[in-house]
């Protein structure tokens, strides 16, 4: 099957008992037994749910993975991963990260003693030399948040397992439609399935996809423990919302190349970020690892906080929110929003610049996003 159709139809066969053509929605905590620990598969919903069950083995063929779990959130997911370490395990992330992981890296992780080295990951010089004896975990996000930068899952992947290092990719921006990280050497590949795999903002989801059984084994040990999983109507709302995640994608990228492209004729905009542009320094490699370059745009408007908040107060078709990957398109301030809990010092010197603005280009009629910017930029 080719992606469309396994978007539309794995996992999700016609219902045995009622022929139903579409998962129900199994609403229920937990699930009759004909006699002691003799059921049909499921138990309790916390650990299993037809409807969840769908959704995991969607998405797993989807990244061409094998296991797929799903979880209530995109950092219950990492959160989940990261949990199979160890006090005095390191772990090797990028500088450039989403806030999101930072806060549950410094707040979470960092005071029982898993050790994490933030490196320069367009720098595999960097990557390499951050390798210790204990280091059992290499983190990729790729194109990053917010300023889209590209980096290389194949070398990266190469360098870590000759340290025999877990390779992760958090995939949420360029999705399975545009880039499957798991046929590039990773070993997990993670998803806020907020966004675009649900992509109509409104659910709240995660996904950790993978081959390895023994590591599949461990983090559903963590999940059925901990128990951070999606109801069976959010399962079912994903479902419903990856049905049209190639055709969605297709939008996006044709709308954020032109959103781009305006953006770069207009005169209060410094920089534009957009990894399908020939200058942005990660296009080539974007070009080798994934087939398309995803529905974000970052630029720095000429001025500061109050020349953005002036731009937001313009909008009309764009909404001043958090999230992306939704159907509408929405601004973001990256540095009291999705990065908020980063230092200012850090925020400088990784792009997430007091003028800097993320577009989340959605799939309205295209004329009316540029006319929308255009008005907000006069």
């Known amino acids: 099957m080719k992606f469309e159709t396994k978007a539309i139809w794995v996992g999700q066969e016609a219902d045995e008992t009622t022929g139903a053509t579409i998962v129900p929605i199994y609403q229920t905590s937990t699930f009759t037994q004909s006699e002691v620990n003799k059921h049909k598969g499921y138990e309790y919903s916390r650990v299993a749910n037809p409807t969840r069950t769908a959704l995991d083995v969607c998405l797993a063929s989807l990244e061409e993975g094998k296991h797929g779990l799903t979880f209530s959130s995109g950092l219950a997911a990492e959160h989940a991963v990261l949990s199979v370490l160890r006090p005095d395990d390191h772990v090797i992330v990028p500088i450039d990260m989403y806030g999101g992981t930072y806060r549950l890296i410094k707040e979470v992780l960092e005071p029982y003693n898993i050790q994490f080295t933030f490196v320069d990951f367009t720098r595999l010089d960097e990557i390499e030399s951050a390798f210790l004896p204990n280091t059992k975990l290499v983190w990729i996000e790729t194109p990053t948040n917010p300023v889209l930068k590209i980096f290389d899952i194949s070398a990266i992947a190469l360098i870590s397992h000759n340290h025999n290092a877990i390779v992760v990719v958090d995939n949420t921006f360029a999705t399975p439609y545009f880039q499957k990280p798991l046929l590039l050497g990773a070993d997990i590949v993670i998803h806020s399935t907020t966004k675009y795999i649900n ?76 990894p399908g542009l020939a200058d942005h320094p990660g296009h ?21 906080l109050d020349e953005a908040n002036i731009f937001f107060k313009k909008l009309k078709v764009f909404q001043l929110a958090d999230s992306l990957g939704g159907v509408e398109s929405l601004a973001n301030y990256s540095a009291l929003m999705t990065h908020e809990s980063f230092p200012h010092d850090l925020r400088q010197k990784i792009g997430v610049t007091d003028n800097l603005i993320r577009l989340s280009i959605g799939i309205e009629h295209i004329d009316d996003l540029l006319e929308d910017l255009r008005n907000g930029l006069s």
Do not use: C
């Open 199 to 274: 992509g109509h903002s409104d659910v709240i989801g995660g996904a950790v996809i993978l081959n390895d059984k023994i590591l599949y084994d461990k983090i559903f040990l963590i999940q059925k423990t901990v128990g951070a999983v999606p109801s069976p109507f959010d399962s079912w709302l994903t479902l419903r919302g990856v049905k049209t995640l190639a055709i969605r994608m297709k939008q996006h990228e044709q709308n954020a190349f032109a959103v781009a492209q305006l953006l770069q004729t207009l005169p209060n905009v410094e920089k534009v970020f957009f």
């Open 284 to 304: 080539e490699i974007a070009k080798k690892q994934m087939t398309g370059f995803g529905g974000l745009v970052s630029f720095q408007i000429k001025g500061g």
